[in-house]
């Protein structure tokens, strides 16, 4: 019981595989996802600093460390089952921030409960810190979606999962690391050899244009 139990479940997350029930040439888990977002986190809130915003970055690190933490309880929910409207994915945060609170109140010392409670809440919000950690958690989904569409993975979902993630990606235009992840990054991605250029380039032009 207690914290031994917290700390256990950290090795569960790599347990976790992320996108259930579908061939995949790369597993990719909770544990690995939570690691990247944080890394990718990291340099869009520095992009961010250099253009003069203000950084929080215990919270953008908290936030990002923690932001998948509460699928121990609930696994991983395919991208567009747990988007296919914002009630259900309000069902799902619901769902995970009530077995988040159970858990912690079962088994942190009360003096920490109230911390990591906020630790584990949802972190995407109006702040740039949850703007950023919006943009990190499509970031790395477009990177798992793309790395089976290049190696051709025959499964349509994970051209709709880099479809969502793009979308995601482009309502946050207005800000700076986004801009040069449209600039800077994209394009690269796109070059990338062995992938369908033609029918993953049009997708993302088409994307980018109905935003403008």
Known sequence: MGIHQYFKSLSDMEKLYRCPGKFKYDEHTV??????????AQFLGTVEEHHGKTVNWKVLYEKALNHDYP?????????????????????FIQVE??????????????????????????????SLEGC???????????????????????EPIFFEIYQEAVSTILKFKHMDCVKFFLE???????????????????????LIADIQ
Do not use: C, W
């Open 31 to 40: 544990a690995a996802h939570s690691f990247k977002v944080t890394k990718i």
């Open 71 to 91: 699928e121990i309880f609930t696994g991983d929910i395919k991208t567009p089952v747990k988007y296919a409207s914002a009630e259900l994915n309000q069902l």
């Open 97 to 126: 921030e009530e077995m988040t609170q159970k858990f912690v109140k079962a088994e942190f010392p009360k003096e920490y409960q109230e911390i990591y409670l906020e630790r584990f809440k949802e972190g995407k919000n109006d």
């Open 132 to 154: 950023i950690l919006s943009v990190a958690d499509k970031v790395d989904l477009l990177y798992e979606s793309f790395g089976e569409i290049q190696k051709g993975n025959p």
């Open 184 to 206: 800077h990054v994209l394009p690269d991605l796109l070059n990338e050899k062995f992938i369908p250029h033609s029918e993953l380039n049009e997708m993302t032009q088409n």
